[in-house]
């Protein structure tokens, strides 16, 4: 699960440690610049993560009877369509930058995409010697560049039966803990069966319920390695939280059954680069930048699901996709009792 849990990571910390060197030079254009910048760059992927932490909570819409139980390892991940690989960037809302081949606006890559050819930006400073002083830089790529067209997480996932039709959730990530990443990510939900408050519930060929869940990811990323500028406790800060909404239907049949339905995911993610920032030029290093910029993302958005579940013993599998602003796949392999 450990080696599942990090390569889940592997888009975002790629995305991140691959742009920190351009995102950190453009500090030479000020903290503003740099953040806003960093707000268009990074957003596509924080709205992708929040996609992706909520597909697979639920595999049917009957709840566990009393003392009922499921174990699940869960993979999912959120696929990046075309526009959510790039942004458009327009030099005439930043300060000190501009584009080397001219014109105002133009689309950049994302942390999702790619700049093929390169994108070059001239960004003036003011140098405490030589006064105002201009230098060329390469506008970061983003995971495109590696053939990565997915977001993925994954969870260990327990549900247990309570009475009167509810079932209790709860999801989480074992911590990670590397030279350069703390992360950890956990969640809770609540499934209520309406119709297992009605008269002759058994006789009902489906299953009808609704869904409440909250989804927590906190990271953290040391950036006193890949960073190109001087400085101390250079980091990364990333919180996300989401809550989700579902409606739920499903078959009823023994063996394998079919589910479904209609959603709302609305969550916020926000991202502060903490720590001391010298950008120098040759010899010469300028007033220390202090915790230069943070940047949010908020997702509001309706999804639809389709899925379904094969049932063994107490041994289960499901799959399922889901339709939104960014669409998701999931598989489960879940063990259960009643």
Do not use: C
Request: glycine fraction near 10%; proline fraction near 4%.
């Amino acid at each position: 699960m450990k080696k599942l849990t990090l390569f889940m990571l592997l888009a975002l910390v790629t995305t991140i440690t691959k742009a920190q060197n351009d995102i950190d030079a453009l500090l030479a254009a000020g903290a503003e610049d740099a953040g806003r910048f960093a707000d268009g760059y990074l957003k596509p992927a924080a709205d992708g993560l929040m996609h992706s932490m909520n597909a697979n909570w639920f595999n049917s819409g009957k709840v566990k009877p009393l003392g009922g139980f499921e174990i699940s390892i869960i993979a999912n991940a959120s696929l990046i369509k075309d526009e959510n690989k790039s942004f458009l960037m327009n030099t005439d809302l930043y300060n000190n930058v501009k584009f080397a081949q001219g014109g105002s606006s133009q689309m950049v890559a994302s942390a999702l995409g790619e700049n093929d050819p390169d994108v070059e930006v001239i960004v003036t400073y003011d140098d405490p010697i030589f006064g105002q002083q201009q230098q060329t830089i390469t506008l970061p790529t983003g995971i495109g560049s590696e053939n990565i067209n997915m977001l993925p997480t994954a969870f260990i996932q327990g549900a247990l039966g309570l009475s009167s039709g509810i079932e209790l959730k709860a999801r989480f990530v074992p911590k990670i803990e590397t030279d350069d990443v703390n992360l950890s990510m956990y969640g809770a939900g609540l499934q209520i069966e309406f119709t297992d408050w009605l008269p002759a519930d058994k006789l009902w060929p489906v299953a009808v319920s609704g869904l409440v869940a909250y989804t927590h990811l906190d990271a953290q990323y040391d950036l006193t390695e890949s960073s190109g500028i001087q400085g101390d406790n250079q980091r990364l800060e990333t919180d996300t939280n989401t809550w989700l909404l579902q409606l739920i239907a499903s078959t009823k049949l023994p063996v394998i059954n079919f589910y479904g339905g209609v959603g709302y995911i609305k969550g916020k993610s926000n991202s502060d680069a903490l720590g001391t920032y010298r950008v120098s030029n040759g010899g010469l290093t300028s007033d220390p930048i202090v915790d230069p910029f943070s940047v949010s993302s908020e997702v509001s958005a309706v999804r639809g699901t389709i899925g379904t579940k094969l049932k063994l013993g107490f041994f289960r599998l499901n799959a399922e996709y889901h339709l939104s602003e960014f669409d998701a796949f999931s598989v489960g392999i879940n063990f259960g009792f009643r």
